[in-house]
């Protein structure tokens, strides 16, 4: 997860002319239309003008309080939501203004993991059902390729092959997690964004699942962008460290930098709600 991180600048462009970013967001807004309390429409700001880069192979962590506008940046990223304006350039290719059939072509490439697989988990499909849809939407594989590759893909993510007729509900939550990645890594993506992936998981079970992740991501080649309320996890994972409030970015910085010398109050205030940082470094460690 470190390896490129001597090559970024603090503003998160990357040196050398080759080193052309993976993910490149430019000034991203997105408005909600709401209602107040007496039923007037009003607008919410959810982002309000994003920008930043992230390298191939490297992590950015997005941290920032409840309500600041992390899962909005998600979804715009993966194309659940769009943007009210800005842009996106994945691979040099703006999927915002993409038509709609190359756009479908770099999605897979882009995928996204929350914190409750059960929203990206169909419950009434089996563990290989869910491992072969991915499959399937490639095109590449015969029934036989489909079913030894979801093996793989369990393996892979350290489960037994021997689930694959249960159903989501009957494995555990860390199970469930590790499938969900299963489940992404079937489409082969370069970015995966990982929406508080560890926060309904137990202490220990969040270490291995932290690992895997890290694991994967250097046998992989994958870019990650790690969205986090815990600097502590965010300072373990990730190579830089964007601090979002009320919809912007208000500091970003290699992880070591934005924990010795943070210079904005919000970071101050994240890391001051991580009274357990130093015990829990070393612990994710093992
Ligand atoms: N679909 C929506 N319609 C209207 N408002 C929304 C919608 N989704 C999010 N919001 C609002 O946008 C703001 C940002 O929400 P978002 O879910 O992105 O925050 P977050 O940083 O992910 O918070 P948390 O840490 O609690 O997950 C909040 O004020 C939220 O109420
Ligand atoms: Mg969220």
């Keep these: 997860m470190r390896l490129l991180v001597s090559s970024m600048k603090v503003d998160g462009s990357a040196d050398g002319p080759d080193m052309q970013p993976l993910l490149k967001v430019e000034n991203l807004v997105k ?5 107040s309390l007496v039923g007037a429409r009003e607008e919410l700001l959810a982002l309000h003008g994003v920008s930043f880069t ?3 192979g490297s992590t950015l962590a997005v941290v920032g309080e409840s309500g600041s506008g992390k899962s909005t940046l998600a979804s715009c990223l993966a194309c659940l939501e769009s943007p009210t304006a800005g842009n996106i350039w994945f691979e040099g ?4 203004t993409l038509g709609e059939r190359a756009r479908q072509q770099i999605l897979p490439q882009i995928q996204l993991i929350f914190q409750d697989p059960a ?3 169909n419950p009434r499909w089996s563990v290989l059902e869910i491992l072969i849809e991915p499959l399937i939407l490639r095109r590449k594989f015969n029934r036989e390729e489909m079913s030894q590759r979801a093996s793989s893909l369990l393996e892979r993510v350290g489960l037994s092959p021997d689930i694959v007729e249960r159903a989501p509900n009957e494995l555990s939550g860390g199970q469930r997690q590790r499938l ?3 489940r992404a890594l079937a489409h082969e993506p370069k970015l995966l964004i990982l929406d508080e992936p560890l926060s309904a998981l137990d202490c220990s079970v969040q270490a291995q699942i932290a690992n895997l992740l890290m694991e994967l ?5 994958m870019t990650y962008l790690f969205i986090t309320h815990d600097l502590a996890m965010a300072a373990h994972l990730a190579d830089e460290i964007a601090v ?3 919809g912007r970015i208000v500091e970003q910085g290699p992880a070591e930098q934005i924990l010795k010398q943070p210079r904005h109050e919000t970071t101050r205030q994240l890391l001051a709600a991580v009274p357990r940082m130093v015990r829990a470094l070393p612990a994710l460690e093992q």
């Design 217 to 221: 991501q250097s046998s992989l080649a």
């Design 119 to 121: 929203s990206s988990l």
């Design 93 to 96: 290719k703006d999927i915002v």
């Design 54 to 56: 992230i390298s191939p």
């Design 180 to 182: 969900d990645i299963a």
């Design 31 to 35: 408005r909600y239309a709401k209602r």
């Design 244 to 246: 979002m409030n009320r």
